[in-house]
């Protein structure tokens, strides 16, 4: 099995509107995504997965929707756990994916795996 990995970066903004704390109150983020696929086996260019495909599907699917934006007007409760699961949903139709990783901060991060079982 082969995990193939790109990273992105985008920046937007969100509020928690069922938290009670700072956060529920609008600010930003400069996120770090990591998504990445599996696939079996190698092609025959000796390639899992291509690096470009990768990054167009993903930015079209996730990053031009949500870079610069209120991203709860795309998702109504934009936590990273459900900001992760949307990039998920959006992404599982045209890619094998197999983990997002989603920073809200340099030390803060969600996994998601799409409710596969361990």
Known sequence: MFLVTK?????????????????????????????TVAVPKLDEEGMAFDFGTLKRIVQREVIDVLDHTLINDTIPVASAECIAEWMWKKLEKSIPIFEIKLWETSTSWVTYRGGKKF
């Open 7 to 35: 990273e992105f970066e985008f920046a937007a903004a969100h509020f928690l509107p069922k938290y009670f704390g700072k956060c529920e109150n609008l600010h930003g983020h400069n996120y770090k995504l990591h998504v």
